[in-house]
């Protein structure tokens, strides 16, 4: 019996520390994550296992083993929520700074309220537009039904942020809607729309990169070397 308990000891142990070092080859070193793991290593090495105690130490390691999957997606949470909170307070900010809300009662806070809240919609356009692509490669990889219906609820979301309509007619598109959405669900075209903002920004402030004349010179001297030969 006891050597059957020191076997799964031995076990435990190195499932343990197979999680740490997990932890430290994929750089998931949250002190919080690694203090747990280090409580748990300590209590195998020193103790000698009761059955109950076998089987609880291996559910901690694999609710610890999940809390390591989940670190990746919890400082994705994180910085959601600062981009939410700092998006927020900078178009306040700038709506103060800027002189249109200074009184209770001034005209400016109806601008300040439109502003505010659209720059959210705008924020929620592009996660339907992100969800919308999640939805469409798990559909394509497994076609589950669920994706479908799912898919089939997501549409209307969709089409009414995107479309203007009326009476059954569809008006036009709503350019700034679609522009956010397609950012959502293209990283590419995120890319290239900021690339394309950089190559705004430098011609609008004479950033061009010029051609060095010395490099320029050397660039020329070295083909007419090659050419003597």
């Known amino acids: 019996m006891s050597e059957m308990k020191d076997e799964n000891t031995f076990f435990l142990l190195n499932e343990i520390i197979k999680v740490r070092e997990r932890m430290i080859k994929e750089k998931k070193r949250d002190e919080k994550l690694l203090k747990k793991c280090e409580e748990i290593e300590r209590y195998l090495n020193n103790s000698r296992l009761s059955k109950d105690e076998i089987v609880k130490y291996k559910y901690k390691i694999i609710a ?12 994705k949470k994180s910085l959601i929520w600062m981009i939410a909170i700092t998006g927020a307070i900078t178009s306040v900010l700038t709506h103060l700074i800027s002189g249109g809300v200074l009184k209770v009662d001034s005209p400016g806070w109806d601008v300040f309220f439109t502003k505010y809240l659209g720059m959210f919609l705008l924020m929620f356009i592009g996660v339907i537009g992100a969800m ?11 076609k589950d039904i669920t994706d479908q219906i799912l898919l089939g609820f997501l549409f209307p979301v969709v089409f009414v942020n995107l479309f203007s309509y009326n009476e059954g007619q569809i008006q036009g598109v709503i350019i700034v809607n679609l ?34 004349p010395s490099r320029a010179l050397g660039s020329s001297e070295k083909k007419d070397s090659l050419e003597n030969k």
């Open 64 to 75: 610890l083993d999940r809390e390591v999957d989940d670190y990746d997606s919890s400082k």
């Open 179 to 212: 522009l956010i959405f397609v950012s959502g669900f293209s990283v590419e075209f995120i890319l290239l729309f900021l690339n394309r903002l950089i190559d705004i920004a430098k011609k609008t402030f004479n950033l061009e990169e010029k051609e060095d």
């Open 132 to 142: 919308t692509k999640l939805l469409i490669d798990e559909y394509k990889t497994g």
